[in-house]
């Protein structure tokens, strides 16, 4: 399977069962790599160019597969807590586009801990189901067959892992899975009807997009089709987060057509990737009230203010006092929060107990448990001091708008930013306090 330019898949020869043949797949060399508490063989071919041969493997993913690990730990902690049943049956846990299996049986070895799992690890490709099951006996993990525990042997950590070869959106729309992490090539949105369609209340959906060039509005025409949102220039400012908001929103109106709602639980962009993740609601009051997250972004071309709403108003003042331009719309995307609190300190407490993950996880975590707290969209303080001199220190900055009583942090989406409650002015204000510039 090859990625396009326009991060669609391209189509490979299907066979009957619906699943992938490539030439390249019969004759693959294999090399070992090894991730975490893992080792995986993966095709030899991909050292050259990772995507375009089966048996991908991108050891730049190691950050998106370290993070997928904590929000399982989230997920199957959170579960636990919300049902205190002890005959709760074991969380299943898909990984739907698993090429080599690495990140499920990290799932196995580094997230479990202790904890019962079932893991499933699919990819349409026959060749790399075949290198799935190799790795599986690689790490010591033995795969059962659907729906039984035969395989188990007495001394096997608490999982029971599954193989299958099967398109993602036949698999998702047959089982029921209470974790799903879908990582196509390219964009997540051909996929997403069928992950939410058969997902359970409070399941958890963990989705990683590579159509960066779609969702941050590189190619307004591709933003469009995919998204369903227009662009402004405006928003370039925060594209980032603007690229969070129109995978949740789409996510959001997938979720609402299965009679779904969705609460977002993270929402990261690291490397070339977008992740976030979601909890579904069921029934139709749930899906009502995500739908209404969804709004336009109006921002103000004079000064800069921005904000959601249904109507086409900025919270600033610049139309009154005359100023010339019309405020520019974007979007429509989702307006709500990104991050769920709770579920991030069980994501932070799960990287404090994993040792495999990499340094920068547990910053990342901390700095969204911050972000959790403070507003939508930031602001970039260089472009802010623009007139008056260079920008204070970020850190100096958030805290004298803390001391005044505002919500305010930094963001992991930019270096350079802030998130805060304040107005445009009142941030300007408390730069020139620090800097001495009126
Ligand atoms: C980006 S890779 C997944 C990488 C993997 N998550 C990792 O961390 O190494 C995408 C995988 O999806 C598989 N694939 C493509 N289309 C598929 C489909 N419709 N259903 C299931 N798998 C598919 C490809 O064979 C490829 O192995
Ligand atoms: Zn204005």
Redesign the pocket.
Known sequence: ?KRSSDGH?KDSSMNEAGC?DEAVSQQAAHVTRMEGSASCYVNAALQATPGDH?G???PK?KLN?DLTICTLGAAVSQRALRFSDERLPPPQCL??????G??GIRWALEAARGAELVIAI????HY?SELMMQNCALNGLPVGKPGTQDSLKADAPQVEMHVSCR???ALLHEQCFDFIHL???GSCVPHLDSAVAQAPHKGVISLTATDTSALFGIYPDVTYRLYGARTSASQREYFREVGARLLLAAVARAAARHGRGVTPLLAVNAEHFLQVVVRVSKGARAADASLKQIMPLHSCPACGERGFAATGSVPCSCATSGAPSAPETAGPMWSGSLYDSDFLKDAAEAASTTKTLNKQVAPLLARLQEEAAAPALYYNVPKLCETGGGPPKLDTLVSVLRAKGYLASRTHFDPRSIRCSASLLQIKEAIASITGQA
Do not use: E, Q, Y
């Not at 699919?122 to 490709?125: K, Q, R, S, T, V």
């Open positions: 399977m898949n992938i089966s991908f493997f991108n993913m597969r990984d739907a586009f698993a090429a080599s690495i990140l699919n990819d349409a490709d790399c398109r993602a959106d990582d196509p090539f």
